[in-house]
Each structure stands twice: as C-alpha cells, then as structure tokens.
C-alpha cells in the first residue's frame, strides 16, 4: 500500500453511494477498504450488488469503519441530521472527511465539524461534484475573462426536480429528523452555491426568501427560493428549488458585457460531454429587426466523470497531508461554509416573515 | 380605398418608426398616410430616408395628423409621458390606437386612454410585437398541454440591454419627463408581460420588488427586478429588467412535468425563424449518472417579421369595427391594463421599503 493509495470508508448505503462508489472502484489511487451500515445484512447486500472487491470489510455498525485502521478517510453520505455526529468522531479518529450535502443543518454545526478537522489535521471537502466538472472551470474562465464578459450583474439559478409520491413520503430529504433542511438543503444548495461559484464567493449583504415556501405536512420544505443582494456594486441574484417541478438545473450569469447559460450544471445530461453557452458583445442589427450574435455552444468533453475528479481533488489533497508536504485545503471548508451561511440566512428569513437577513461571515 | 386599406398615421419620428414603417410600406393592406412631427423638416427627411411614398402627408404637429379625415388610425410611438394626452386625442378624433409600450405612466392615465377608446368606438391594442410572433403561440401550445407541461410553476423573465453613453446621457428612456418608468416601462415592460402570458394573465396577488434598484442621477429607474406570488397555488415568478447588462431576452417557465426555455424572446435572434427549447418527463438515468431527455429545439419558421404581424391582427381587428361586424376588441386593453398593475406595483413596492404590494384588477 503506498502513501498515494487512498483508502476510503463508506458510512452508509445511500443510493448515492451506487454512484460514487462506481468511480471509486475504477480510480486506481482508491481503494473501497470498508463500509458500515445498521445492519451488516444490508451492508452485505449493497456491496455485492455495487461490486465492491471481496477485500471490503463489511461492519454492522458506522463506528466500526471508523475504528478500521485500514481507512485514511471517509465518505459521509448520512442525512444530514446525523453529520455533526458521525463526521465530528471521523475526525477524531483521524480519517479525512468527504461530507454529503448538505454538510450540516446550519453552520453552527459545521463550524464544530471543521473545528474537529481542524484539531486532528484531516481534510475536510464536501461531495458537491460538480464544481469538479471540467465545464466548470472552463464557464469560470469566461466569467473571469473581462474583455468577453465585462462585470458581473445578475445570477439567476434554479435546481428542481418532480418526485413522485414514493419519495414524498419515504424519502430522507423529506423527513424532519432526517433531513430538516428538505428542499433547500438539497436542491438548494446547488443553486446557492452557483451563485456563490459565480460570484466568487463573495457573501451578498442580504438574503431574502420568497414569499412561497411550500411545506410537507412534517414541515419539511418542498419548495422555495429567494434573492440575494450585493449593496456595494449593486450585484443581485435569484434561485429556485424545488421538489415540485420537473427537473431543471441552469444557471445564467448575466454581465456588462456577455452572458453564460448551462442547462445541466448539476447532473450534466451527457457524462461525457458537458454543453454550455456564452455570447459577448450582444448587439441589435439594423433598424432592431434581429440580435446578434446567438450565443454559442461550447463543449467540454471529460473522459473521467465528475465524481471521480472530486475523488482525484480529495486524494490529491489527502495525499499532500499524508506526506507531510501540506496542511489541509481550508478552501472547501470556507465554500461549504458560506454555501450553509445563504442557507441559514434564507431560513432565518422564511421565519421572519421573509425579511431581508444580512448574512455575516 | 376599400374598407380593408388600412390608413395610418404616425406621430413622431421614432427610432421603432424605421422598423415598424417598413412592415407598414410591405403590408399591402396597409397605407402610410401621415406622419407628424413637431418639426415639419424632421417629418421630411424621415419620411425621405424610410422611403415614404410620395402621397404621404408630411406634418410640422402631432395634432395635424389627428385632424387628417384620410388618417383611420394612429401609431403613436412617443415618449410614455405623452401618451394620455395624445391618445385620448386621438381617440376622440376617432383614430383607432395602437400604443407603444409602456403605454401609460400608470393604470390611472390608462383607463383614462382606455375610457376615451370605448366612448369613441376605436380599437385599442399595444405594440408589443413578440405577442404576434407565431412562436408565441407554439409556446403556449406547449404550455397548455397537460400532458406535456403539466402545471405551471414558476417563471423567469429577463430582458437586459447594455446601454452605451450616448444612450443614458440622452435617450428619452432616461429622461423622468419623457419616459418616467426608465427601464421598468421599457424592458420591464416586457418581462413583466412574458410572466403574465406564462400564466395566462392571471394577475399575481402580490407583487415584491428587488431590493437594488439603480438609478440615474435624475432619479429614473436603470435596473431592477422583482418577484411575483400567487397564494392560491402557490406559483411565483421572477424578473430583472436592466439597461446595464448584455442583451438578454429569456424566459424559463418551469412545469410539474416540462421546461421551456427562450432566449430572445422580445427581438429573435434571426427574422425567418424563432426557437425554442422544451423538455418533458426529465429523468435521471441510472445511478443518476446523466439526466433524459435532453431540452429539444423547436424552431418557428416566418415569412413575416412579427411587427408586420402585429399590423396584422391590429387591422383585422379594426377592418372588423369598420365594417360594423364587430365591437372593438377589448382583449388587448385587458392585458396592457394587467401589465401595468404590475408595473405599478414594482413601483409601489419600491417606494415602500420594497414590501409585498397587493394587486387588484
């Protein structure tokens, strides 16, 4: 086993552990070293259908993958209700920590999460993947470039899905105990966190919640969304998430001089090819009959999918604390953070009758 | 002249004149009788470079083309802040109307247009050319269509336009007492009107302004934008309207079971052919790796542009009252009247401390 070799932990047998543990198995610097769930039945099943190598120790319980020597770090796809706790001991047992969205149910919690990284020298990122999309870096580069985009005015972002009637009654993401930040921890904070991405992550000034959350009879949020305002340079924008419509993922960036559109930004519709489509210099023709130019569809092909360059990032990042040759990356830890900040805010501002709610770092 | 020769006049000479007076000169059922004015020299060399015929009656006053007995109807494309004086006028001179938006600067003025239209038997309509694009009616074929689009659930409109120097040192649009409602009259005007077609001009109960409106130094609004609720089923929509941002012209209406995306809706992008983007039944594939189907591109071909199509339907409306088969249609008055509660309201919130402001037809 070299130092570069990565050997994960998995807590849980969430569905999206099918995904992820995919890219895990044809990653040859990961190792899948154990998995632990409630009942060791289950956990036997799930890794016989996941394929998981015979190697994979196959424990009853979370605490025993955490007590396993043989795991570096862990993967935490748990309901967030259960992330301070299981996340706070991983990293008290000294394993690295990639931590499902959302990373907790607000940042008081992961402020004492990050603190326990931070006392143990582990890694701490969250499993948001597609800020590793190769796309991702590229519409940045756009955004960035000041001759072809200008300043940037206005971010709109919606993630939204259609469930059926299984998940709006048995799913996680609808139950209070389980995942109380419903709709907006998880379609939500895809959306915030592209206007944060945008932005780069500059925190706006305020948050101010739509005035039409829709709730499960729990009291689970279903549906909402909100704005966000930057006083100082006059910047706004605005998101939508939702249980409740079919599935939609964009974000348009607006600027002075161009504009950027993405249709697939959370789930790229092709796993081989990510689309979006930027224009500059827009201009009406003569006598206003048309607009020119259309924007253009650029392509960003990746051979490898996004869940397995998240996989690279924290190996790689991992693999630099191992060696001793680095400190943790405390560039997630502080993304994740004012990602879970708009949230508060856009909870604080539903409960307060969807005033304007500064957020503060 | 038979009763389907449809003789207008003009009232200034307008950029949107160039545009809209070609569409005139190739309807053939259509004439260019008049055009004023206040400088009888500017009405010659306006009518000379449009390539005005020769038998156009050319006029140093407004008021000379409302006197004109040859003049059945007038466009009248002036700043908003003329337009209760001059269509009431016009009204009373018993020209049917056809109003460039915003066509007033609040409800008051246009009831008093709209009063005038009714007591004297004209045909009203504004000239908010996208509404006459056969693509706006596919669009809403696809809205419409349960099985598809399944129930309407929120709305994105954006309509942005980067304005050089010249344009906000001197367009009327700038000028509090030309076009007192800045970019709210005008590309607000448009966003607000794609949410309320969206939703088949059902009025929201509330309307919330953004909290960042820009300014001039002469107190006219640049940019803002806003949000819109329905109680009942707890639809919301959200616009941004801008002089200082690239050009955009977005819709995004967002179904239970289907998307529709435009992306230059107020002027498309080519004159033969308008697209759209919809999507039905989005799924995840398997493991959530990729999202299907992917967005489809419909095009809508056109042979011609939407303003002559506009002319269109305002001529076959007034051939009707002409003729005596038909009152004025009032369909037309009821959405410019709905469009403008809701500017009105933009307004109020703003002015408010931008606070919920209630709309009541």
Known sequence: MTQTQLRFGILGCANIVRKVSRSMLSSPNITISAIGSR?????????????????????GSYG???????????YIPLPSSLHLHWAVL?????????????VALNVGELDVILAACEASGVQFMDATMWMHHPRTAHMKEVL???????????VHSVFTHMSDEYFL?????????????????????????AI??????????????????????????????????????????TFYYSFLSNICMDIMVHGTKGNLRVHDFVIPFNEK?????????SKWTERSLGCDPEPSEVKVATD??????????????????????????????????????????????????????????
Chains 1, 2 share one sequence.
């Open 39 to 59: 009942s060791l039945e289950k956990a036997i099943a799930f890794a016989s259908e996941c394929q998981f190598p015979e190697s994979t120790k196959l424990y």
């Open 64 to 74: 025993a993958v955490l007590d396993d020597p043989d795991v570096d770090a862990v």
């Open 90 to 102: 991983a990293a008290q047992k000294k394993k690295h920590v990639l931590l499902d969205k959302p």
């Open 144 to 154: 960035s470039d000041e001759q072809r985009f200008g300043q940037l005015t206005m």
């Open 169 to 193: 009654k048995n799913d996680v993401r609808v139950k209070p105990d389980l995942d109380a930040l419903g709709a907006l921890g998880d379609n939500g904070w895809y959306a915030i966190r």
């Open 196 to 237: 944060l991405w945008a932005n780069d992550y500059e925190l706006p000034n305020t948050v101010t919640a739509f005035r039409d959350p829709v709730y499960n009879d729990a009291g689970v949020l279903l549906k909402c969304g909100g704005s966000l305002n930057w006083y100082k340079n006059g910047k706004v924008a």
């Open 273 to 281: 090819v990510g689309s979006f489509y930027a224009v500059s210099d």
């Open 304 to 361: 490898v999918p996004q869940e397995a360059l998240m996989l690279r990032e924290f190996g790689r990042l991992v693999a630099g604390v191992r060696s001793g040759e680095a400190k943790p990356e405390t560039k997630w830890a502080v993304i994740s953070r004012k990602t879970l900040l708009v949230i508060d805010a856009v909870m604080a501002s539903i409960n307060n009758g969807f005033v304007p709610v500064e957020v503060i770092y």
